[in-house]
């Protein structure tokens, strides 16, 4: 269930993450810092001289920016990875308890102890797929087949709606 801006951030429990919501705000922030930056260096450079300030203007703030976003990009990347691992586990062990509660390997109180004797089939819940649809559904970015539930597609990381 994919929560507003406001209700993640008030979430006490942190199930629902507010950073994947921010990121692109913090990128683009992070750009206009970036060229900010480099023009103060640019017109820093031409009143030191202007041998300096042209260099500043081909070479030095360009290849600085271009390095700042670069490092602002792989370290922004490595962080909503982190975030959609935990929403991928937490999904795939919803996921999980449900089938284990339908096949009867928990009871009722959910612990992990497997019931005694041999489980008959247990019925499909009114949470587990049971249309063709929900079972073939594919990935709309790559086709890869996914997990019902899934929020991002496991092959190509691309967010489901």
Request: with cysteine; aromatic share 10%; glycine share 12%.
């Amino acid at each position: 269930m994919e929560r507003g801006f406001f209700s993640s951030l008030f979430d006490i429990s942190f199930t629902s993450f507010v950073t994947t919501k921010l990121i692109k705000v913090l990128y683009v922030l992070s750009l206009v810092v970036i060229a900010i930056t480099a023009l103060v260096f640019v017109v820093a450079g031409f009143e030191e001289s202007a041998g300096l300030g042209l260099f500043m203007l081909v070479i030095g703030a360009p290849l600085g920016a271009l390095l700042y976003i670069i490092y602002t990009r792989v370290i922004l990347e490595f962080i909503i990875q982190v975030f959609r691992i935990g929403e991928l586990l937490r999904d795939q062990g919803e996921l999980q308890r449900q089938a284990f509660t339908a096949a009867g390997w928990l009871g009722g109180d959910g612990g992990g102890a497997p019931a005694a004797g041999p489980a008959s089939p247990a019925p499909p819940g009114p949470e587990a797929p049971t249309t063709a649809a929900a079972i073939a559904a594919s990935c709309p970015n790559c086709g890869a087949p996914t997990t019902p539930g899934a929020r991002f597609c496991r092959s190509c990381g691309h967010q489901l709606d």
